[in-house]
């Protein structure tokens, strides 16, 4: 998934890694609580984010993982442990924040997925967050 966002890499970052600014944007949607999340931004650092669709604490999702590669501004590589669709998922995200034009080009894959409903579900979800991390970084 690429994307280009109107804002510089390194705000993009920022938002992307500060677990005050995740809420803003992961999974920022209506009906949606904030997130709650929790990040070391080191090598061998833990992150955790909570999902929350609502008050009912059984519907929650949790995510979490090691940085595996941490480049402020640059590069993320973390793992991604996690509930979809009722199956348990682990897997590999890389993120890249490029200058481009007016702004940043974020381009992130995750994977690999043991099934197609798994990566499809994944993909519906990072669209919302990517639209919500645009809206974050470029004050909409």
Known sequence: MT????????K???????????????????????ALAEVALEERGAW????RPGDD???FSHFHGYFFAVEQGRLLEYSWRGDV???EHTTLVRVTFEEEGDGSLVRLTHG????????????????????GLARAVEGE
């Open 3 to 10: 994307s280009h966002l109107r804002a510089p890499p390194g």
């Open 12 to 34: 993009v970052f920022r938002t992307w890694t500060d677990a005050a600014l995740i809420p803003k944007w992961f999974m920022a949607v209506p009906g949606y609580l904030p």
């Open 48 to 51: 955790r984010i909570t999902v």
């Open 57 to 59: 604490e059984s519907q």
């Open 85 to 87: 669709l009722g199956a």
């Open 112 to 131: 690999v997925f043991e099934t197609e409903a798994g990566r499809a579900a994944h993909a519906q979800g990072w669209n919302l967050c990517i639209e």
